[in-house]
């Protein structure tokens, strides 16, 4: 089965402040996803990439960044942290299959 | 563009009884993959069903769907709840080997 690491597994920055969530998986797949988790609102995609060096907008990219330095690796920065950016953030990849296979979420506070 | 609709965001029912989650969903595309995702409380969603054939039912861990093109609906099924059902359930479509999507989700609550 895939794994998927995330880290921080949870953390509390400060308006204004740059977050960094970490993405890391091990099972040679292509394709990584950004999600972020609202009640009411369900998973939406921010960012994903589907080849080292490169990265696609999601449906809600707006204040974020993301980067893929590495097939394994794959980033979500805030440069400047809002207080709407409070949620809990989910990597996923996927390989040939349609399968996602998701981490265990960074659950972030923005204060 | 593609869009999935989950119409009930919390069901709530006695242990025992039948689970029927609604999904409905919106593509151009022919021959879309429609997926069943569970995310139990604190933990990440993983796949639950997957399907592409239309009129075919597909089952997994007593959970069962079927793909209906002519009314593109992939209701979610089970004939006997039990607690540890409880969870939330999305559904969710691709048309590519790029992106699914998701629906709002449906919070199952499954009482004594």
């Known amino acids: 089965e895939a794994a998927v690491t995330q880290s921080p597994r949870s953390k509390v920055a400060v308006t204004g402040g740059k977050v960094t969530l970490s993405c890391h998986q091990t099972?040679?797949?292509?394709?990584m996803y950004w999600y972020r988790q609202d009640t009411g609102h369900g998973l939406r995609l921010i960012h994903y990439s589907y080849v080292a060096d490169s990265t696609e907008k999601g449906d809600i990219p707006d204040g974020y960044k993301a980067s893929r330095p590495s097939q394994e690796n794959f980033s979500l920065i805030l440069e400047l942290a809002s207080l709407s950016q409070t949620a809990v953030y989910f990597c996923?990849?996927?390989?040939?299959?349609?399968?996602?296979?998701f981490g265990p979420g960074t659950r972030l506070t923005v204060l | 563009g593609d869009s999935v609709t989950q119409t009930e965001g919390l069901v709530t029912l006695t242990e025992g009884l039948p689970v029927m989650l609604n999904c409905t969903y919106q593509?151009?595309?022919?021959?879309?993959?429609l997926f069943w995702y569970v995310q139990h409380l604190n933990e990440s969603p993983r796949l639950l069903l997957k399907s592409f054939t239309d009129n075919k039912r597909t089952e997994h861990q007593g959970f069962h769907a079927t793909l209906h093109k002519s009314s593109s609906s992939f209701h979610l099924q089970k004939s006997s709840a039990q607690l540890s059902d409880s969870a939330l359930y999305y559904c969710?479509?691709?048309?590519?080997?790029?992106?699914?999507?998701f629906g709002d989700g449906t919070q199952l609550v499954v009482k004594p």
């Open positions: 996923a990849s996927k390989g040939q299959t349609y399968e996602q296979y």
């Open positions: 099972n040679n797949h292509d394709y």
């Open positions: 593509t151009i595309y022919s021959n879309p993959f």
């Open positions: 969710a479509l691709s048309e590519s080997n790029n992106r699914i999507f």
